[in-house]
């Protein structure tokens, strides 16, 4: 779905909403296995990360 144009909105875009189309258009068309295996190795580092000061505690 196409956005509305500042015009029709009546407002400027905002530097984030740029950055943001930016993002999209460079990473949008990776697939969603892609994402879920990236989203997991995050979650699995963290964990790790925490747990080791877990067992410090």
Request: no cysteine; aromatic share 10%; hydrophobic share 45%.
């Amino acid at each position: 779905m196409p956005r509305p144009a500042p015009s029709e909105t009546g407002s400027a875009p905002r530097a984030g909403g740029r950055l943001r189309a930016s993002v999209l258009e460079a990473v949008g068309g990776l697939p969603s296995s892609f994402w879920w295996l990236f989203v997991s190795t995050l979650v699995n580092r963290i964990g790790g990360f925490v747990l080791t000061f877990v067992t410090l505690a």
